[in-house]
């Protein structure tokens, strides 16, 4: 039951650097998210894709693209990263609308 | 807009004490409410949520919580608390596009 996926759980970058993080779901959900998470800000959406080829902006999309690469796959780039992008980053995916997000463990990521 | 306010940002009982965790929500239709728990380090798990019918839900892990239309709010109960609850707790609204607004988060510690 892999559920969703994320990779890496890990990483570090310095500022101005590139990095793409990885999220692949096997459990057919067509809507998938991404997701930031600040100490006391709780989870700010990034960019969703609602359905495979769409994808839209959400809460706190500056500095950042998405790719929603087929129905399982939904990736997320830093194109130049900046210490305020430090945060944990989750992804998650849904059914139909009556059914909740499940989400990834997160990829931890810190900007020097 | 949609907003979620978790008035607590700590919360810390001891075990065998009963526990409620507060949730108000502002958003104009009929909401749907869900309760995540993360434990460190890992990523939200569903505990339980709100769609229409009874107002008392139950969850998992002994949980349940109360949608109450006249005060917008759903909080989240435990009669009596295990040391493995500590963790922290989101609420959240489902909206369009079913997407969620997560509130800030509660930390709970439990005294052994």
């Known amino acids: 039951n892999a559920g969703v996926t994320q990779t890496p759980k890990f990483q570090v970058l310095k500022t101005g650097q590139s990095m793409t993080l990885q999220c692949a779901q096997d459990?057919?959900?067509?809507?998938m998210y991404w997701y930031r998470q600040d100490p006391g800000m709780g989870l700010r959406l990034i960019y969703y894709?609602?359905?495979?080829?769409?994808?839209d902006k959400g809460e706190v999309p500056n500095g950042y693209n998405v790719s929603r690469l087929n129905k399982r796959e939904f990736s997320l780039r830093l194109e130049s990263a900046a210490p305020s992008q430090t945060s944990v980053y989750f992804c998650?995916?849904?059914?139909?609308?009556?059914?909740?997000?499940?989400f990834g463990d997160g990829t931890r990521l810190s900007i020097l | 807009a949609q907003s979620v306010t978790q008035p607590d940002i700590h919360i810390t009982v001891s075990e065998g004490a009963s526990l409620e965790l507060r949730c108000n929500y502002s958003y104009g239709a009929t909401p749907y409410l869900f309760w995540y728990v993360q434990s460190p380090g890992q990523g939200l798990q569903l505990l339980l949520k709100y769609f229409s019918g009874d107002t008392l839900v139950q969850g998992i892990k002994g949980f349940e919580a109360e949608f109450k239309r006249s005060q917008s709010s759903f909080n989240l109960r435990k009669p009596s608390v295990h040391w493995s609850d500590a963790a922290e707790y989101f609420c959240a609204v489902g909206h369009a596009g079913n997407m969620l607004t997560f509130g800030g988060g509660t930390r709970l510690m439990v005294k052994p």
């Open positions: 894709s609602a359905s495979e080829g769409t994808t």
């Open positions: 459990m057919n959900h067509n809507s």
């Open positions: 998650a995916s849904s059914g139909t609308v009556d059914e909740p997000q499940h």
